[in-house]
T-cell receptor, first 114, second 109 residues
Framework: GAGVSQSPRYKVAKRGQDVALRCDPI?????LFWYQQALGQGPEFLTY????????KSGLPSDRFFAERPEGSVSTLKIQRTQQEDSAVYLC????????????FGDGTRLSIL | QKEVEQDPGPLSVPEGAIVSLNCTYS??????FMWYRQYSRKGPELLMY????GNKEDGRFTAQVDKSSKYISLFIRDSQPSDSATYLC?????????FGQGTTLQVKP
């Protein structure tokens, strides 16, 4: 398909484990965003890449959260030493790059921390 | 107070009704305004994308932006059961989107 692809769709982990979430953006999209969506809430910004450069990570809630996009395409969001409050849906979005371009979302990874 | 306020509903209407969804915001720097539709266990799907004040129409959907009042609306005409979903308003100045809480809409046949 031509949309944003995220994997896994569902992830269950025990508290204290590390997890890695993958995002494959739309081909040719320069900008990539990660958002966190709690149950019953709108998505909240985590971090933003333009190509391989992480230009904004102001939304990452703690230093346990780390994101990378080493070749300017696929991105990985890593959460270390997971805690129960990390349970949420993690959404990835991509756009062509200029500020005027809209963001297109994947279906997210639903993370549950036991 | 949140930058973007949206009534979470739920909102229940009969099939064929006109639906009005609204958001208010506090940051006058926002320039781009969007409405996304989100079905259960799916990602947000872009419905409408507008810049500046005014109206934009696309099929049964009309988006309105009033920057002087810091108020945006989405109207759905001839609503269908398939319109049942959560509707998220979103806005931005630079890259990141700021979302409202989302309004849950149910259209009853």
């Amino acid at each position: 398909g031509a949309g944003v692809s995220q994997s896994p769709r569902y992830k269950v982990a025990k508290r204290g484990q590390d997890v890695a979430l993958r995002c494959d953006p739309i081909s040719g999209h320069v900008s990539l965003f990660w958002y966190q969506q709690a149950l019953g809430q709108g998505p909240e910004f985590l971090t933003y890449f333009q190509n391989e450069a992480q230009l904004d990570k102001s939304g990452l809630p703690s230093d346990r959260f780390f994101a990378e996009r080493p070749e300017g395409s696929v991105s990985t969001l890593k959460i270390q030493r997971t805690q129960q409050e990390d349970s949420a849906v993690y959404l990835c979005a991509s756009s062509l790059g200029r500020m005027v371009q809209p963001q297109h979302f994947g279906d997210g990874t639903r993370l549950s921390i036991l | 107070q949140k930058e973007v306020e949206q009534d979470p509903g739920p909102l229940s209407v009969p099939e064929g009704a006109i639906v009005s969804l609204n958001c208010t915001y506090s940051n006058s720097a926002f320039q781009y305004f969007m409405w996304y539709r989100q079905y259960s266990r799916k990602g947000p799907e872009l419905l409408m994308y507008t810049y500046s004040s005014g109206n934009k129409e696309d099929g049964r959907f009309t988006a309105q932006v009033d920057k002087s009042s810091k108020y945006i609306s989405l109207f759905i005409r001839d609503s269908q059961p398939s319109d049942s979903a959560t509707y998220l308003c979103a806005m931005k100045n630079t890259g990141k989107l700021i979302f409202g809480q989302g309004t849950t809409l149910q259209v009853k046949p």
